[in-house]
C-alpha cells in the first residue's frame, strides 16, 4: 500500500446469458394426433392451419395433442418452444395421409354387389374365395357383376387400399333375393 490507498478488486466478469435456442423434435402419430419435444423446459406452441395448441413442456418429456381437425396429409406443421430466458426454438413437419378409407359393401340383387370408398384407391371384393378387384374413385360406386348368383349366407368381404398405402375394410354377409321358382 502506498499512503492511504487501498487496493479493491471488484467481479469483472459478466454473468452467464442463456443464448441457446431449444431443440425441438415434432412427428405425426396418426391423422388425429402430434407429439413435440424439448430438450429444455419451456412453452409450446404448435400451429396447423388455423389451429393453434399451446402448453408448458417439460425437458425430455414428449407433449401428446389431441387435434380438433383430422390431418389428411400435405399440412404444414410448425412448433416452437419458448424457454425460460426467450429463446426459441422451431421443428416444421408436412402431415402425411394415415386414415383409412371409410368402405362399405353391398349386396344390391343375388348377382351383384357394390363397394364405395371415400377415398381414391385400388378395391378388392371377395366372395367365399373369388376376388374382384380394379380402381375405385371416392364417392362414387363399384357395381361388381357376379360370376355366380349369390345364394345367401355368404360372406363378402370389401378392402380399399388408398394412394398412402392405408387400407380401410368392410364386409357382409348376403342374403337370399332371388324370388322362389315355382
Known amino acids: 500500500l502506498i499512503g492511504n490507498q487501498l487496493n479493491t478488486f471488484s467481479d469483472v466478469i459478466p454473468p452467464a446469458l442463456d443464448i441457446r435456442a431449444p431443440e425441438v423434435e415434432l412427428a405425426q402419430v396418426d391423422e388425429d394426433t402430434v407429439v ?5 423446459d419451456g412453452t409450446y406452441t404448435v400451429i396447423i392451419g388455423g389451429d393453434s395448441y399451446s402448453g408448458p413442456i417439460t425437458a425430455g418429456t414428449p407433449v401428446e395433442i389431441d387435434l380438433d381437425t383430422a390431418l389428411l396429409g400435405g399440412e404444414t406443421i410448425n412448433a416452437s418452444v419458448v424457454d425460460a430466458a426467450g429463446n426459441t426454438g422451431t421443428a416444421s413437419t408436412t402431415a402425411t395421409d394415415q386414415r ?22 385400388t378395391y378388392s371384393v371377395t366372395i367365399d374365395g373369388e376376388t374382384y378387384s380394379g380402381s375405385i374413385t371416392a364417392g362414387t360406386p363399384v357395381e361388381i357383376e357376379l360370376a355366380s348368383p349369390l345364394l345367401g349366407g355368404e360372406n363378402i368381404n370389401a378392402s380399399v387400399l388408398d394412394a398412402a398405402g392405408n387400407t380401410g375394410t368392410a364386409s357382409t354377409t348376403t342374403s337370399e333375393l332371388r324370388a322362389p321358382t315355382t
Open 36 to 40: 413435440v419435444t424439448s430438450d429444455e
Open 100 to 121: 383409412d378409407p371409410t368402405v362399405t359393401v353391398a349386396q344390391v340383387d343375388e348377382d351383384t354387389v357394390v363397394v364405395t370408398s371415400d377415398e381414391d384407391g
